[in-house]
């Protein structure tokens, strides 16, 4: 955490004339404070709080998201313009956005949220995260995405306060791109994670926060267990079990990471290794709807150690979960599970606030 | 909208005369048309009866020819014919000729024609007939009126009377060029009578040079001069009354398109509001009227002028929605527009360097994002 905290500050010094930072929600604001920007755009997904709180990785989590709305109106007041687009889930960080401006860029798996960006109390643990740097024509594809993104409708912004429908509006044009990846509109995020299955020869390795037993990827990623050394680690929540089961049966060394929260997907790394990393679960949500974001990583990029090395570290933490005899049944959990504890804040659900023209 | 209110102490005239109306296609004018005819031969009172009533008339030839002397359009000889006198040739030449409308003892008040006056430096005169039987309390013989400045137009009126000029009078909310002409009251004995009444006065004027009269009320104890209530209601007049009240404003003049334009000088936003391209709501005394100025159209002297304006209210403007380049060159062009300065078109630099210097200038980041967004993503 102190380490992607470190590497945000130097990413943000140098002075820029607009910078955008993307994810699916804001729980913490302070490091947007880093950016050295005359102008920033933030840019989240305006999913209710209810669908935050049963996302969220713990009820701390998700009663930071209870906040939201005063939050995102202080980031609105003081730090940048805040867009909340339906369905965005990519996370990023781009400096140089303006017209004539050398883009950098960042994916971070992390959200703006304190368990990816914060010290926490003890007892608590950060998120697994993973932090990569793009190359220059990365970052220009980047900043058309992020074009695209502003562009995007539904949208909501939150000051000014605008509530009534977005006028009907022809969907932007789909950005060219050819080194990131994406589920809207063009779905290349499913294909690519499909395409580094089939070209898997001896292992697999899947980091996840969340996964579906019905997902066509996870059902792909059981059939090569029986066939090459596929490794899962992912959070053993109930959401997840049946998946991690499904994929333990079938052959998969599955270790439970509570924390996790990186998406990746790193095929032979001993001997032609090839990576994605990107912000979709392996759920319909992630593959299928969502403003998601990938990057691609070939044999020859130097990004891959920091990818090894993030997979390296955890897996002897991450205990081996055996498949489970009887498979639980899907949310909601039975009682005294994590989303039981979830319902029980009795959080409210508000309607959508905010709706940007 | 400019409204005034106040009280103003009018002078009136009471006159028994004749009152002619300026027609055209009248007997009168078919009479003048005779008369140039017949030259310097002229025409008597039998020649008007043989030809215009088959010597069945007389009398009224007669009578017909006498108001045609009263009014000045005929001269008469010791012999009894009529030839064309000076306004008698400028009536055929206008193709108009007064004609006798009515006779009575009239009231007149004074609203205009002097420097005091309701409406400074136009003639106004509003009139209404009275009963000869009516009192006149409290009027005073000419002779007596006070030699102060509020009696000028009323001495001015009494002048053009006598010279047999026409005077303006409004009537029936018209305003009429009308001859009148004098003559001795025998009910009440006098000539000409005057005295002053006071009066509760509301106007109001888009801007655009002209001030109506929204309502008039006598003061208390002042019944006899109720008729001119009605009578001077929706009335329009223009003059210097305006011209008087707008600096008082500091507007300015007004254009003869309504709007009111204002100096090239550094404006005071403390009275303007820019953003509605009009002036605010204010206060002002003067001439004893208490003055509200509304919304009035301005006008701006050059483009730069206007864009100087926007640029006054670009957070105003701007900060009320998150919009493209192409949306701010919209915001620009219509406002430029508003302000009076037609086919002018902003172009995108003008407008980059107006939103990168008015994102620079904001007060956050936030705000600077929110106006710098055209510039970002257009």
Redesign the interface.
């Known amino acids: 955490m102190q380490e992607h905290r470190a590497r945000l500050v130097v990413f943000g010094a140098a002075k820029v004339?607009?910078a955008m930072v993307g994810g699916f929600a804001v729980s913490q604001i302070e490091s947007l404070r880093s950016l050295n920007?005359?102008?920033?755009?933030v840019v989240t997904s305006d999913t209710d709080h209810h669908s935050q709180r049963f996302c969220a990785a713990s009820p701390e989590t998700a009663a930071e998201f209870l906040d939201r709305r005063a939050l995102e109106t202080r980031?609105?007041?003081?730090?940048?313009?805040?867009r909340l687009v339906q369905g965005h889930h990519a996370k990023y960080w781009l400096a140089g956005?303006?017209?004539g401006e050398v883009p950098r860029g960042i994916l971070f798996s992390g959200d703006l949220s304190k368990r990816a960006l914060q010290p926490l109390p003890e007892g608590s643990t950060n998120s697994h995260e993973l932090m990569l740097e793009l190359l220059p024509d990365e970052a220009a594809e980047l900043k058309e995405f992020t074009?695209w993104v502003?562009?995007a409708r539904p949208a909501y912004?939150v000051?000014?306060e605008t509530t009534s429908p977005a006028a009907k509006v022809p969907p932007p044009p789909a950005p060219t791109l050819r080194r990131l990846l994406l589920t809207k509109p063009t779905k290349t995020i499913a294909a690519h994670a499909q395409q580094l299955l089939r070209q898997a020869q001896v292992s697999i390795i899947i980091t996840a926060w969340r996964l579906d037993d019905e997902d066509a990827f996870v059902r792909m990623l059981a059939d090569k267990a029986g066939q090459l050394n596929v490794t899962v680690l992912a959070p053993a929540t109930p959401e997840n079990r049946p998946a991690l089961d499904f994929l333990a049966k079938r052959g998969a060394h599955v270790h439970a990471c509570p924390s996790m929260h990186a998406k990746v997907i790193l095929v032979d790394q001993d001997s032609s290794p090839l990576a994605m990393v990107s912000s979709a679960n392996f759920m319909h949500e992630g593959m299928d709807v969502g403003i998601e974001l990938g990057l691609k990583l070939g044999s020859d990029d130097s990004r891959l150690a920091e990818v090894r090395a993030f997979v390296d570290e955890l897996i002897p933490h991450c205990p081996h979960v055996m498949a489970e005899s009887t498979p639980k049944p899907k949310v909601p959990a039975v009682k005294g599970s994590l989303s039981q504890q979830l319902s029980s804040l009795s959080l409210q659900v508000p309607k959508r606030l905010y709706q940007?023209? | 909208m400019l409204r005034a209110h106040g009280h103003i102490q009018l002078p009136m005239l009471a006159v028994s005369a004749d009152l002619s109306l300026y027609r055209e296609a009248s007997h009168v004018l078919a009479l003048l048309q005779l008369c140039s005819d017949y030259g310097q031969t002229g025409v008597s009172a039998d020649d008007l009866d043989d030809i215009f009533f088959g010597r069945l008339r007389r009398q009224t030839a007669e009578s017909i020819l006498a108001q045609a002397v009263t009014d000045g359009s005929l001269a008469v000889d010791q012999n009894g014919s009529h030839r064309l006198a000076k306004y008698g040739v400028d009536s055929l030449a206008e193709g108009k000729a007064w004609v006798l409308e009515d006779s009575g003892l009239w009231t007149l008040l004074v609203v205009g024609g002097g420097d005091r006056s309701l409406l400074c430096g136009q003639q106004g005169h509003v009139i209404r007939q009275i009963d000869g039987r009516e009192e006149l309390p409290n009027w005073h013989p000419l002779e007596n009126i006070p030699n102060q400045p509020e009696w000028d137009a009323l001495r001015r009126l009494i002048e053009a009377i006598e010279a047999k000029a026409s005077v303006d009078l409004y009537r029936d909310n018209l305003a009429k060029k009308t001859l009148l002409t004098p003559k001795v009251d025998e009910s009440n004995g006098f000539r000409w009578c005057v005295r002053t009444a006071l009066f509760e006065v509301q106007m109001s004027s888009s801007g655009d040079g002209w001030w109506t009269i929204e309502t008039m009320k006598q003061a208390d104890g002042q019944s006899f001069v109720s008729e001119f209530n009605n009578e001077a209601r929706g009335l329009k007049v223009q003059g210097r009354t305006l011209a008087q009240l707008q600096p008082m404003l500091g507007l300015g003049v007004p254009a003869p398109d309504g709007r009111v334009r204002l100096p090239a000088v550094d404006i005071d936003h403390d009275s303007l509001d820019l953003a509605n391209l009009a002036v605010k709501p204010s206060r002002h005394d003067c001439l004893g009227f208490h003055l509200e100025v509304g919304a009035l159209p301005l006008v701006a002297s050059s483009a730069e002028q206007a864009m100087g304006w926007f640029v006054s209210v670009a957070n105003q403007r701007l900060?009320?929605?998150?919009m493209t380049i192409t949306q701010v060159m919209q915001e620009v062009d219509a406002y430029v527009k508003a302000a009076g300065i037609k086919d002018h078109h902003t172009s995108e630099a003008e407008v980059s360097a107006l939103l990168s210097d008015f994102?620079?200038r904001s007060p956050?980041?936030?705000e600077?994002?929110?106006i710098?967004?055209g510039?970002?993503?257009s």
């Open positions: 004339k607009a920007a005359e102008r920033l755009y980031l609105a007041t003081d730090e940048a313009m805040v956005l303006a017209h074009r502003m562009q912004d000051l000014p940007a023209e | 900060g009320s929605a998150v994102s620079l956050s980041r936030a600077a994002s929110r710098g967004y510039l970002d993503f």
